[in-house]
């Protein structure tokens, strides 16, 4: 499978517990943001998104909270699994002419049992 | 319904070869984005077409990339050529019409050059 990178931070979580991934993104005119889960192998899958005129997002087992004073994204993973062992990646969108997502670097999550 | 689907897979080719890489967005999505993480560092994007029109390639790194989208179906992603740079996984998105819609990754093809 895909290498997904030597560096990145990694986040180790006891099975069954929360998780909390963070990312601070670039742009203060970003008005868009949806975070990725990338398994070993597979292409970025989306989790959930979140527009800026709002602060926090629920989805399944998944929150997504947004701080635009401090430029501020992050993930909460409710009791965490094992399936939930990859790699997290926030992206961000301008409210521009272009379509592009500016990618964060990612964070390893890996779960403990 | 099928998802997006990248080929080849894997790829490993010489300096100064030519690879071609195709992607096979979701059916009926106009949009379409190529992706390339090079080892180590964060997803970076390369282009975006609606339907067969280039609307921003302001990612491409250079001249040696030509991407195409015939017909507004598959796109193909072309690097001639290749050079030890160029290493890395490239990921093809698409979308369904509009901005902000959410964006469907497939698997990538990975690409070694040496």
């Known amino acids: 499978g895909e290498s997904v990178g030597l560096h990145l931070p990694t986040l180790s979580v006891q099975e069954g517990d929360n998780s909390i991934i963070n990312c601070a993104y670039s742009?203060?005119?970003?008005?868009?943001f949806i975070w990725y889960k990338q398994e070993s192998g597979k292409g970025p899958q989306f989790i959930i998104d979140i527009r800026s005129n709002m602060d926090k997002r629920q989805g399944q087992r998944v929150t997504v909270l947004l701080n635009k004073t401090v430029k501020h994204l992050s993930l909460q993973i409710a009791a965490t699994q094992p399936g939930d062992s990859a790699v997290y990646f926030c992206?961000?969108?301008?409210?521009?002419?272009?379509?592009?997502?500016?990618f964060g670097t990612g964070t390893r999550l890996k779960v403990l049992a | 319904e099928a998802g997006v689907t990248q080929f080849p897979s894997h790829s490993v080719i010489e300096k100064g070869q030519t690879v071609t890489l195709r992607c096979d967005p979701i059916s009926g999505h106009d949009n379409l984005y190529w992706y390339r993480r090079v080892m180590g560092k964060e997803i970076k994007f390369l282009l975006h077409f609606v339907k067969e029109s280039k609307q921003d390639e302001s990612g491409m790194p250079n001249n040696r990339f030509l991407a195409e989208r015939t017909g507004g179906t598959y796109s193909t992603l072309k690097v001639q050529p290749a050079e030890l740079e160029d290493s890395g996984v490239y990921f093809c998105?698409?979308?369904?019409?509009?901005?902000?819609?959410?964006?469907?990754f497939g698997q990538g093809t990975r690409l070694t050059v040496v």
């Open positions: 742009n203060s005119a970003s008005d868009y």
């Open positions: 992206a961000e969108s301008l409210p521009s002419g272009t379509y592009k997502y500016i």
């Open positions: 998105a698409s979308s369904q019409k509009g901005r902000n819609t959410e964006a469907f």
